[in-house]
Nanobody
Framework: QVQLVESGGGLVQPGGSLRLSCAAS????????VEWYRQAPAQLRELIAT???????VYAASGQGRFTISRDDARNTVYLQLRSLRSEDTARYFC??????????????????WGQGTRVTVSA
């Protein structure tokens, strides 16, 4: 069973930092792009950043400047470093990837996977 599990969220004061993790199990993220999204209450889910299979990051406007996406394929994990947090960063943060549901079968296709999210609350 393929899963993405986010962790690292919590309550942080404005100006603080957090590092979120997205750990994959049941399949490998190697060579696969992985994205981070967030969804604030009563808002649409928005893309923050993508990291491609070679480790090159691409940031959406919401993630530009204060957030850093990275990956550790040996740990099958993608990270999102959040800095200089603001109240408007309060949201549930999700990771997403298209991974092989049968990683041992290189002829198999890719399926869409989302984690359950980790909540970030920025408040004094």
């Amino acid at each position: 069973q393929v899963q993405l599990v986010e962790s690292g969220g919590g309550l942080v004061q404005p100006g603080g930092s957090l590092r979120l993790s997205c750990a994959a199990s049941g399949s490998t993220i190697r060579d696969r792009p992985v994205e981070w999204y967030r969804q604030a209450p009563a808002q649409l889910r928005e893309l923050i950043a993508t990291i491609d299979g070679d480790g090159r990051p691409v940031y959406a406007a919401s993630g530009q400047g204060r957030f850093t996406i990275s990956r550790d394929d040996a740990r099958n994990t993608v990270y999102l470093q959040l800095r200089s947090l603001r109240s408007e960063d309060t949201a549930r943060y999700f990771c997403h990837a298209e991974l092989r549901s049968r990683p041992w079968d290189l002829t198999s296709g890719y399926s869409d996977y989302w984690g359950q999210g980790t909540r970030v609350t920025v408040s004094a």
